[in-house]
């Protein structure tokens, strides 16, 4: 047994590629690639999910006119109020699906593979939810221009930070979902089960579609559990043009967390699995 | 290159619990190609993803090229290449863009990804195939696509987990061809299961039998035979008097009389190491006796008859149609005047 040569031989590859976050960074953008060539490669799938956040503002944008004025809205216009939450809920459709693609990879040898292949968790999780988010970077942006002539001003550097903070936040919704995926294995039913049955309500309870000032006052103390509400809060800051606010700086603050969580809770599910 | 000591998973199914792999001993050095042979659920693949780090082993230890597998589980994964025994490939991906993120899960440089992509591509004959998508090729192609991803990263030591199911004769044999020659190039050392008997024995230098998440035998496939099973003369005469001239003088010397079977008829079968060697002898005996057998056959010792001495069963029972397809290759007919003469 000489251990000791293959020590010696391998001495290179232990830190060839600068250190811990440069590898982390370099393993997502290969996870992030495998993933997104496939998307790239089937254009109707992509002009697809770049029509729908337009199908959403067109089926919706005609009712808000009844909400002008309405309470809980603020100074914003129903559309400047409405827009932020599309693209919330873009955000929480797309990255809560990380774990469905993953399921299929169970069946065949294919998760095992990346599982044994030198990648860290952390990437792998975060590559993934990333192919998810990343159509939402060029829908926002769709989105955000076409509201334009309905009377909503740009500001696309606020938007801009608003998406990366939503990329952040996806992160760890991606790295759950994922999660979830890897707990119920093998069951697909209950995989959408669960995901359906923890989506809605916390989309509803962040106040996203519709204000909760005017909810009664239950639905208003969950809200202030749900990070998700803080998420949505940040975002109609931004897409206003501010940046300086307490309500964007929580709204950072429940991205990280909600990514530290989701990544922690991820890789302990897949080292778990191993047991 | 491997040292595991008292390795053991034992899964917990509801509420039983499945004692998979029980308390493995072994070492393996480098360059060694080594084969587990086993039945379906013997614990080959346990094995194998206890020591690829895919599953933490209930106890016992294991270092695999010079890393402890619970303790720096990345860095084994980065000296290892894995082929599974399911598709390492993803179905919706296409064949050049799964090689290439192969390597870059390995962290190659693209220009070397790019490289050894084509040359894999080359060498498992699998050009052309670049940019179909993984699902649509024949089940052998893409185990030879698994293959080279596996090989990809060039690894010290690769460990494939029934590499040559589902393929036919020709396609395992160009396989494998393949796979020495890397081996050769790079001084891999390999560790394959198989139900193959033929593969284990053919391919293996060393074969470790496994049954019921036990090793029970692990020597050269040779070796193996020798200890563990005996080749097969089958003497056929024109007449059963004659025969028995045979039978007699057989029994009168010490060193076949308890080696055949006492049996009624025109044949005499003998059970003896080193059949093809003993023969001339065993001829010259008898034609000293007056007895010239029409036809001799030998069917040399198979892995199967060491599997079924050890445990009782055969591998050949297993599972699979193709497992049985294989059939007894090693049986081989002589000449018996040409054996005669040669005596
Ligand atoms: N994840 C698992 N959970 C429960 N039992 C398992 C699991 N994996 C394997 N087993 C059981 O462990 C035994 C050995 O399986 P395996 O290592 O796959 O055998 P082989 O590869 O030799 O066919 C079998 O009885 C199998 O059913
Ligand atoms: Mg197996």
Not at chain 2, 117 to 139: C, D, T
Not at chain 2, 311 to 320: A, N, P
Request: net charge negative.
């Amino acid at each position: 047994m000489n251990a000791q040569t293959i020590e010696h031989v391998h001495a290179a590859d232990e830190d060839g590629t600068g250190g811990r976050i440069g590898r982390f960074l370099s393993d997502t953008r290969a996870v992030f690639t495998r993933e997104i060539v496939v998307v790239l490669r089937d254009p109707f799938s992509l002009v697809f999910s770049l029509l729908q956040p337009l199908v959403f503002l067109a089926l919706f944008a005609p009712l808000l006119g009844g909400m002008v004025g309405g309470d809980g809205i603020g100074d914003a216009s129903a559309l400047e109020w409405f827009l932020p939450g599309v693209i919330v809920m873009i955000c929480v459709f797309g990255t809560g699906m990380t774990g469905s693609n993953l399921q299929y990879e169970m069946q065949t040898g294919s998760y095992e593979r990346i599982l044994a292949s030198p990648l860290s968790r952390a990437s792998i999780l975060t590559g993934r939810a990333l192919k998810e988010f990343a159509p939402l970077v060029v829908q926002a942006l769709v989105i955000t221009l076409v509201a334009v002539p309905l009377g909503v001003t740009p500001h696309l550097a606020h938007v801009l930070v608003g998406i990366l903070l939503l990329g952040v936040f996806g992160i760890g919704l991606g790295a759950l979902s994922y999660a979830l995926a890897i707990a119920t294995r093998g069951k697909e039913w209950m995989f959408w089960t669960v995901q359906q049955s923890l989506t809605f309500p916390l989309l509803l309870l962040s106040g996203m579609m519709l204000p909760l000032e005017t909810g009664p006052d239950w639905m208003r103390t969950v809200a202030r559990f749900n990070p998700l509400t803080y998420i949505v809060d940040a975002e109609r800051e931004l897409f206003m043009g501010t940046f300086a606010s307490s309500t964007v700086l929580w709204g950072a603050v429940a991205a990280a967390l909600t990514c530290a969580g989701g990544l922690a809770v991820g890789i302990r599910t897949i080292r778990r699995s191993a047991r | 290159m491997i040292h595991t000591e008292g390795l053991t998973k034992t899964f917990q199914r509801g509420k039983q619990l499945v004692h998979a792999v029980k308390g493995v001993d072994l070492d393996v050095a480098p360059g060694e190609l080594v084969a587990f042979l086993g039945p379906n659920g013997a614990g080959k693949s346990t094995t194998l993803r206890m020591l690829t780090t895919l599953l933490s082993p209930s106890s016992g230890s294991a270092r695999v090229a010079g890393a402890d597998v619970r303790t720096q589980p990345a860095l084994v994964r980065r000296r290892i290449g894995y082929i599974g025994q399911g598709n390492g490939a993803g179905h919706n991906y296409r064949v050049i863009d799964e090689l290439r993120a192969q390597g870059s899960f390995h962290r190659l440089a693209p220009a070397v990804s790019r490289e050894r992509a084509a040359e894999l591509l080359r060498a498992l004959q699998l050009n052309g195939l670049e940019k179909r998508p993984v699902m649509s090729l024949s089940g052998g192609q893409r185990r030879r696509l698994d293959v080279a991803m596996g090989l990809m990263n060039h690894p010290p030591l690769l460990f494939l987990d029934e590499p040559s199911t589902g393929m036919d004769p020709q396609g395992r044999a160009n396989l494998w061809e393949h796979i020495i020659r890397m081996r050769d190039d790079l001084g891999m050392t390999l560790v394959l299961t198989t139900h193959y008997l033929e593969e284990a024995d053919d391919m293996a230098e060393r074969v470790i039998v496994i049954d019921h998440g036990t090793v029970i035998a692990d020597d050269s496939p040779g070796r193996l035979k020798l200890d563990h099973a005996d080749d097969v003369i089958t003497l056929t005469f024109g007449a059963v008097d004659e025969a028995d001239v045979a039978k007699r003088a057989l029994r009168a010397d010490q060193r076949y009389a308890d080696r055949f079977e006492e049996r009624a008829g025109e044949a005499v079968v003998l059970a003896t190491d080193h059949g093809a060697r003993q023969l001339p002898g065993i001829l010259h005996l008898l034609e000293a006796a007056g007895a010239r057998p029409e036809a001799a056959a030998i069917r040399e010792a198979t892995l199967d008859d060491v599997f079924l001495n050890l445990t009782g069963r055969s591998l050949r029972e297993d599972d699979t149609p193709d497992a049985a397809e294989d059939g007894s290759a090693a049986a081989r007919t002589a000449n018996t005047t040409d054996g005669a003469d040669a005596a």
